[in-house]
């Protein structure tokens, strides 16, 4: 506390929250106190759905809070200056915050236009140097940014190293110039892929182990940009965080971003939604690309949100043994034991609970522990699906988190997954009728046509009611995801982008050629062979083999192989068809897969394996995106089912992948 006296009158007084603390650079690190840190960072704009980017102290403190409970230690401002309340509450809450000078010159062409011109000096300065002096005593800010996409030019030079003779303690971070520039003690790339070079002409994105490993480099690299979240998306986030692990130098990101930017608005005809990208008549506009958050306007979570965080959680496992069932637990935590945290676990055996224990943790800071959970574990003969779950949860409630606050998680299989194997051959075939045009198989009330000159299977009848609305058959492209048409535009295409990779391999417009189809009956079931060419022009860019075997308990089984061409992008195949005409709409559905959220094979560490209930599709399926994404609602389903009904449905996906060779 400053005061000012005039003799015994007190004048004025100033209060000020005191930190104590030391960032440095060495050895190739970023240090606090000594320490390496583990940058779990995401990019966040001054936003509210609806008061525009007008927020009060309580839509600070709700952010600050969600970014604690999903594991987020840092936050850049992007791409400003934040109002001094929000730096107040960082440095009460904890959260590492990199302060961004209010400079873009996104646009400009060359993008440096500015950056190198030194009339614009003085205008750059004033954005920096209030910055610095406005908040240097804050110690929730660790690094100062010298702004955004502004190309690379003498004023950040200039200023990069005012910042350093004016405020020595804190290094100062820019991506601009290539994002290894000499402007920045931080080697700070958007979008860098882990592995995969992105050789763009003057300014190349090397993957991010390769980076770091580049002759002469000693500096650590931390995303300023990654894992773009715009709409359905973070697919291979959990692949950054295996590598932060296991390199050093490797320091973390920040995620962009942190809140769709949207405003909710009430439409000509009643409905009330989030407009954004022309709805208030504005041209031109971004469409979508404000639409980039791992929440929703009103901070709703996206279903990505659930794996950032399991992908950054500060708690490792490690399952050492399974008789006696042992574990090991690592913390993450750089400056705290575990006084508050919990480990819970449990067995489950096919979706029921048959041992579960708790126990108190405690850790020193980064320590581990090795833990004995129980001594035996009696299964049932034959039993399947066995999944320890291990979970650490605060029992008390903190200052950001309620009592009983999950941590981390988890899951391990205690025994091999249920393998559904072909069942021994009984009783005769179906029979097989041949003619010119179909081959018809029946058995029973079910009744299977398959055209011979598509190949396709083309009518399915039980009971003499059509189960199929269009015939089975390949579908090698899907809707594009946001993220898959990335910038691309009607009037400005970017090459790069999926969708239009897709459109170029000619994968929209591919040409079925049916080149064999064969039956045949054997003892116990009937074996169609189809084989299709996929072409574009006279090219064959795609091989099909599908393999239909019709047996004796009349059931289908489909197995299907593809193979693309050299070249060809990459892309998921699947096989599709409608297995009724009426839609379920009123049931409650169950089943065993991996999580009840939103989950694909690129987004599921954070899925737990288990049995699920559904409410009905009209109220778990409801749209909860914007715009409406390709979605399904799990992975790796092993059988599902319809409370309710007499008939059960087999749901799972029929899938391949294509590869490149």
């Given at each position: 506390m ?51 980017q ?70 750059f ?13 804050h ?61 763009i ?26 894992a ?68 929703f306007p ?5 279903p ?10 500060f708690?490792q496992f ?207 079931e ?23 075997t ?11 192989d593809?193979?693309?061409?050299p070249?060809?992008?990459a ?17 409650r ?33 409801a ?5 409406p ?6 992975i ?26």
């Amino acid at each position: 506390m400053v005061s000012l006296w005039q003799g015994d009158r007190l004048i004025e007084a100033e209060a000020w929250d005191i930190g104590f603390r030391r960032v440095e650079i060495s050895n190739g690190l970023l240090l606090l106190n000594g320490k390496p840190l583990l940058i779990r960072g995401v990019n966040r704009h001054e936003h509210h759905h609806q008061r525009g980017q007008v927020v009060t102290e309580e839509d600070m403190l709700q952010d600050i809070l969600l970014m604690k409970q999903n594991n987020f230690n840092a936050v850049r401002c992007s791409h400003y200056p934040n109002v001094s309340r929000w730096y107040e509450l960082c440095n009460r809450y904890g959260l590492y915050v990199v302060d961004e000078a209010n400079i873009e010159t996104h646009g400009m062409v060359p993008m440096n236009r500015l950056s190198d011109d030194p009339s614009w000096l003085p205008a750059f300065s004033a954005r920096v140097t209030r910055m610095v002096q406005s908040n240097r005593n804050h110690p929730s800010i660790i690094i100062w940014s010298l702004g955004n996409e502004s190309g690379g030019g003498d004023n950040h030079e200039a200023l990069y190293h005012w910042i350093k003779r004016n405020d020595p303690s804190r290094p100062v971070q820019y991506e601009g110039g290539g994002a290894d520039s000499s402007a920045t003690d931080i080697i700070c790339p958007m979008y860098a892929r882990v592995e995969r070079d992105q050789l763009i002409p003057a300014v190349p994105k090397w993957g991010i182990k390769k980076w770091i490993s580049l002759p002469g480099e000693q500096r650590p690299l931390i995303l300023c940009e990654y894992a773009h979240a715009m709409g359905n998306s973070l697919g291979n986030f959990a692949d950054y965080w295996q590598a932060f692990r296991e390199y050093p130098r490797l320091q973390g990101g920040f995620i962009w971003d942190w809140a769709d930017q949207a405003i909710s608005k009430t439409f000509e005809d009643g409905s009330t939604g989030w407009a954004y990208g022309g709805d208030f008549g504005d041209k031109p506009n971004d469409r979508q690309f404000c639409m980039n958050g791992l929440v929703f306007p009103d901070r709703r979570p996206h279903p990505s949100l659930i794996e950032a965080k399991h992908a950054q959680q500060f708690f490792q496992f490690t399952l050492l043994a399974q008789s006696p069932l042992r574990v090991s637990v690592n913390s993450e935590y750089l400056f705290r034991a575990t006084n508050n945290e919990e480990l819970r676990w449990q067995v489950q055996s096919a979706g029921e609970t048959v041992a579960s224990g708790s126990t108190a943790l405690d850790l020193i800071p980064q320590g581990e522990a090795e833990l004995t959970l129980c001594d035996s574990l009696t299964l049932s003969q034959g039993a399947k699906e066995v999944w320890l779950l291990l979970e650490v949860v605060q029992p008390q409630a903190t200052a950001w988190s309620p009592a009983e606050h999950r941590v981390a998680w988890q899951q391990f299989a205690l025994a091999a997954p249920l393998a559904l194997a072909k069942p021994a051959p009984a009783g005769s075939a179906p029979t097989l009728e041949i003619d010119e045009s179909f081959y018809v198989v029946s058995l029973g009330s079910q009744q299977w046509t398959v055209d011979r000159q598509s190949g396709l299977l083309s009518q399915w009848r039980a009971d003499g009611v059509e189960q199929l609305l269009t015939p089975l058959r390949d579908q090698f492209v899907r809707a594009p995801l946001d993220n898959d048409i990335g910038v691309s535009e009607v009037e400005r295409i970017d090459p790069n982008a999926w969708v239009e990779r897709w459109k170029s391999a000619g994968l929209y417009d591919l040409e079925a050629r049916c080149v064999r189809c064969e039956a045949q009956r054997l003892a116990h079931e009937v074996v169609i062979d189809s084989r299709w060419h996929y072409l574009r022009g006279d090219e064959v860019v795609i091989v099909s083999r599908w393999r239909m075997t019709f047996d004796s308990e009349g059931r289908l089984h489909l197995a299907v192989d593809g193979r693309a061409a050299p070249g060809t992008p990459a892309a998921a195949a699947a096989s599709r068809a409608s297995t009724s005409r009426s839609p379920i709409s009123s049931s409650r559905s169950r089943g065993s897969a991996t999580a009840r959220m939103k989950n694909y094979p690129d987004r599921r560490s954070s899925a737990e394996f288990s049995r699920w209930q559904l409410p009905p599709c009209g109220d778990e399926h409801a749209r909860t995106s914007s715009p409406p994404k390709t979605a399904y609602a799990a992975i790796a389903p092993r059988w599902t089912g319809v409370a309710g009904t007499s008939r059960a449905i087999s749901t799972s996906r029929c899938s391949l992948t294509v590869p490149r060779s």
